[in-house]
RNA sequence: GUGGGCGUAGCUCAGUGGAUAGAGCAUCGGUCUUCUAAACCGACGGUCAAGGGUUCGAGUCCCUUCGCCCACGCCA
C-alpha cells in the first residue's frame, strides 16, 4: 500500500520531500546504495535532528565501520541550496539530518492550507474496492459492548481507507438468522408486541424471549403462566415457527421483518448519535439463496466428509499451512451454520464488488471461526480478496468477570451515551458557572453531546483494540489528559483565537516561526500523513488517536509559551495565526478519521 | 491437550531490529489580572513476567518456562 501512494503524480507531503532529498544526496554521494538506506526518528535524548541514517546496515554490507562511514558520507554530501535539508551531523554511527526550519515551516502550512480537509489523505485514487464489515448487531436485541467496540473501530477503519484512497462499502451485517427467530416470534404471539420504542422496545423483546425460553425449560416454575402440560406444546410452537419462516410463509416473514425494521430503526437511533452510516445493511439471512451453493460445492470437495447426514470439513490447512480444527458446514438435520453463512456472503461480495480486500471487525473470541471461513472460501476459490479479522478484546467488570445480559451486569449503548453527556454537561455547566466560558443553553446541550459521544468513542480507539478492556466508568469518560475532550478543548482554542484573530493575511512569513514549540508543532502537523498511512495499513486508529494527542499537547505547549494576539510584532502575530489555522484543520481532520466531531467553542 | 491473544512505572497504556524505554491517571511541588487552568512546567516512579538463543545492536525476532484471557464438529 506504501508503494501505491508514492507512484508517479501523487502529492509528496513535506515530511516525504524531506526523506527523498536526503535519499537523493546520499546515493549521490557514490558511497552507498537506495536499499542500503533506511531512514529512523532519532530517539536519543541529545541527538539534534529530524532524520537519522543508521549506518550499520551499509558498513556491514561494504565490510567497513559505521562510524568512518558516517563521516564521509557528511563530508561528501552536496545539499540542494533552497531544499528542506538544514544541517547535517555525525553522532558516531549515526548521520542526523535537521530540518530547515524557515523552508519547513513554510511549506508544512501550504500543504495543509491547500488540501484543507483532505490534509492526510492520499489525494489518488486507488480504483480499489475495500469491504469493512462491523457493528453487525443481533436482531430483536441491544447493542451491547461487543457491537459498541465493533461499531467505533469498524468506523475508524473504514473512515482509514477511504482516506487512503480506496472505494469502501460500510457493511452492516446484520444476525437476523437462525433458530432463535422461530422462538421469538412464537413470543410474540403469546406476549404481544412491545409498546415502548429504540432501546426500551428492543429490551422487551428480550424479556419476552427470555421468558418463553424460561418457560420452555423447568425454570419456568416460577411463572405464573407455567403449565406442565403446555410445555411439549411451546417447543413444537417455536420449532413450527422456525421451519415457516425457512419455508416463506407469510405470517412468519411479516413477524420477522416487523422485527428487522424495529431493530434497525432502534439502532439508527444511535447510530445517528455516534455519526455512524452504511452503505449496505444486509442480514445473514440476505444470503441464504446461495448456501445451497456453498455446501455443494464444499461437500463435492476432498476436504468434506459426511456424518449422519451432517457435512464436515477437516484438515483444512489456514494461511500459514497449519492444519485447522475440524468444523461443520451443514447440521445433520440439514440446516446450515454461521460459518456456511459467513462464505456464502464472502461469494456475494467477490461477486458483487470485486474487493481487494475484506475487513471484519469481530470480537476475539471468533478468531478460529474466521481463520476457518477464510481458509475455506480460498480453498473453495471463492475470492482473491485480502481477508483480515480485525479481532478486539473483552470487556470485563471490575470484579474481572466478562459482561453479559445474565449476570446484569451488561453494558448498553444507549445508556452508556445518556452517561457520558449527562457527565459532559455538568462539567460544562460547570466552567459556565466558574466562568470559564461563555454559551448559551443551546450551545451547551450540543457541546454536551459532541463531548459525551467523543469521550465514549475515544475510549475504544485510544489503544490497541486487541486489548481486553476492565470497565472503569471515570476512566471510559475521563475529561482529562489522553481524552477526546482535551483535544477537543484544543481545538477550541485555535477556533477561539482565529475568531478574535480574523482575517487571515494573505501575506505571510512563515519563516518567523522558529521558537522550539512552534517548530515541535509544525513537526506533528507534518507527520499526519504518514501516520494515517501507518493507521490503515495495521488497521490501528488508536495510531491516530496517539498523534492526536502529541498534536494537541504540541499546540498546548505552544499556547502556554507564545501569545498569538500579543506577538511582538504584526509580522509573528499573522505567521501564528496561519500555524494556529493549521493545528485547528490538521486536528478536525484526525478526530474526523475517529468520528469525534470538533465544537468551536467549549 | 492443541491453537490464538496478552504480560512494559502503583493503575491504564504507547514503544513494528537502532542511540540514555515514553505518555496519561494517581501522588507531591509550582503556574490564572494575560488568546478558555478541560491547561502548562517540574518531581516521584522500571530486573520490559523468567531463563536461554540469534547479532554490531533485542522491550521488539527464535526457543523453553510461568501467569492471565479466549477458542476448539451440529449456537452466533
Redesign the pocket.
Known amino acids: 500500500m506504501a508503494e501505491n501512494l508514492l507512484i508517479a503524480g501523487a502529492t509528496m507531503y513535506t515530511f516525504e520531500r524531506f526523506a527523498q532529498e536526503i535519499k537523493q544526496a546520499l546515493v549521490a554521494t557514490g558511497l552507498l546504495t537506495e536499499d542500503q538506506i533506511d531512514l529512523?526518528v532519532?530517539?536519543?535524548?541529545?541527538?539534534t535532528?529530524d532524520l537519522?541514517l543508521?549506518c550499520?546496515?551499509a558498513a556491514?554490507a561494504q565490510g567497513g565501520n559505521p562510524a568512518q562511514l558516517a563521516q564521509q558520507l557528511a563530508q561528501q554530501l552536496t545539499l540542494p541550496a533552497d531544499g528542506l535539508i538544514g544541517t547535517v551531523e555525525v553522532?558516531?554511527p549515526?548521520v542526523?539530518f535537521s530540518l530547515r526550519q524557515a523552508a519547513f515551516a513554510a511549506e508544512v502550512l501550504h500543504d495543509v492550507a491547500e488540501r484543507g480537509e483532505h490534509y492526510g489523505c492520499a489525494d489518488n485514487a486507488t480504483g480499489r474496492t475495500v469491504i469493512v464489515e462491523y457493528s453487525s448487531p443481533?436482531i430483536a436485541k441491544r447493542m451491547h459492548v461487543g457491537h459498541i467496540r465493533s461499531t467505533i473501530i469498524g468506523q475508524a477503519i473504514a473512515n482509514l481507507y477511504a482516506c487512503s484512497g480506496y472505494q469502501v462499502v460500510r457493511d452492516n451485517h446484520l444476525?437476523d438468522?437462525?433458530?432463535q427467530f422461530g422462538v421469538m416470534i412464537a413470543a410474540v404471539q403469546r406476549y404481544g408486541r412491545p409498546d415502548a420504542e429504540g432501546e426500551a422496545a428492543l429490551e422487551q423483546m428480550e424479556g419476552i424471549y427470555q421468558r418463553y425460553n424460561n418457560l420452555l425449560r423447568d425454570a419456568a416454575a416460577a411463572d405464573e403462566e407455567f403449565n406442565p402440560d403446555a410445555e411439549g406444546d411451546l417447543d413444537d410452537e417455536a420449532r413450527a415457527w422456525s421451519l415457516k419462516l425457512e419455508q416463506d410463509d407469510p405470517q412468519a416473514v411479516e413477524l420477522w421483518q416487523w422485527m428487522v425494521d424495529l431493530t434497525k430503526a432502534a439502532n439508527q437511533r444511535n447510530y445517528d448519535r455516534l455519526g455512524v452510516h452504511f452503505d449496505t445493511q444486509h442480514g445473514?439471512s440476505f444470503y441464504k439463496h446461495l448456501l445451497g451453493e456453498v455446501i455443494n460445492a464444499a461437500g463435492e470437495s476432498e476436504l468434506a466428509e459426511r456424518?449422519?447426514g451432517?457435512v464436515?470439513i477437516k484438515d483444512l490447512p489456514d494461511a500459514r499451512g497449519?492444519t485447522l480444527?475440524?468444523?461443520?458446514i451443514q447440521?445433520?438435520?440439514g440446516g446450515t451454520?454461521?460459518i456456511t453463512r459467513d462464505i456464502a456472503t464472502i461469494k456475494h461480495r467477490e461477486a458483487t464488488y470485486d474487493p481487494a480486500a475484506i475487513i471484519y471487525i469481530v470480537g476475539?473470541?471468533?478468531?478460529?471461526?474466521f481463520r476457518q471461513t477464510f481458509a475455506l472460501a480460498r480453498a473453495l476459490g471463492y475470492t482473491d480478496a485480502e481477508l483480515t479479522h480485525v479481532s478486539f478484546g473483552?470487556v470485563f467488570d471490575a470484579q474481572g468477570q466478562?459482561l453479559s445480559t445474565r449476570k446484569g451486569n451488561m453494558i448498553y449503548l444507549e445508556a452508556l451515551l445518556d452517561e457520558s453527556y449527562t457527565r459532559?454537561k455538568a462539567?460544562?455547566e460547570q466552567?459556565v458557572a466558574e466562568g470559564?466560558?461563555t454559551l448559551s443553553a443551546e450551545q451547551i446541550d450540543a457541546?454536551a453531546k459532541q463531548?459525551g459521544v467523543g469521550a465514549v468513542i475515544y475510549n475504544d480507539l485510544y489503544?490497541?483494540p486487541?486489548?481486553?478492556?476492565?470497565v472503569d466508568w471515570d476512566?471510559m469518560l475521563a475529561?482529562?489528559?489522553?481524552s477526546a475532550?482535551?483535544l477537543q478543548?484544543m481545538h477550541?482554542?485555535c477556533c477561539?483565537?482565529l475568531r478574535?484573530g480574523a482575517p487571515l493575511a494573505a501575506d505571510y512569513s512563515a519563516a518567523l516561526l522558529v521558537h522550539p514549540t512552534e517548530q515541535s508543532l509544525l513537526k506533528e502537523i507534518a507527520r499526519l500523513p504518514e501516520v494515517v498511512r501507518e493507521a490503515a495499513e495495521?488497521f490501528?486508529p488508536?495510531?491516530i488517536a496517539?498523534w492526536l494527542?502529541a498534536t494537541a499537547?504540541a499546540f498546548?505547549?505552544f499556547?502556554?509559551a507564545?501569545?498569538?494576539?500579543k506577538a511582538e510584532t504584526a509580522e509573528l502575530r499573522a505567521a501564528r495565526l496561519h500555524l494556529v489555522d493549521a493545528t485547528a484543520q490538521a486536528l478536525r481532520n484526525g478526530l474526523a478519521l475517529l468520528s469525534i466531531q470538533a465544537p468551536e467553542?467549549?
Open positions: 529512523s532519532p530517539k536519543a535524548k541529545g541527538a535532528g537519522a543508521p550499520f546496515k556491514k553522532a558516531g549515526y542526523n443481533n444476525g438468522y437462525g433458530k445473514e456424518d449422519n451432517a464436515i497449519k480444527p475440524t468444523f461443520l447440521r445433520s438435520d451454520l454461521y476475539q473470541p471468533q478468531e478460529l471461526h473483552t466478562a459532559a462539567l460544562i466552567k470559564k466560558t457541546v463531548v489503544q490497541d486487541k486489548r481486553n478492556i476492565t476512566r475529561f482529562e489528559g489522553n475532550p482535551y478543548y477550541a482554542r477561539s483565537i478574535e495495521r490501528a488508536f495510531v496517539d494527542y499537547r498546548s505547549a499556547y502556554d507564545c501569545s498569538v494576539l467553542r467549549m
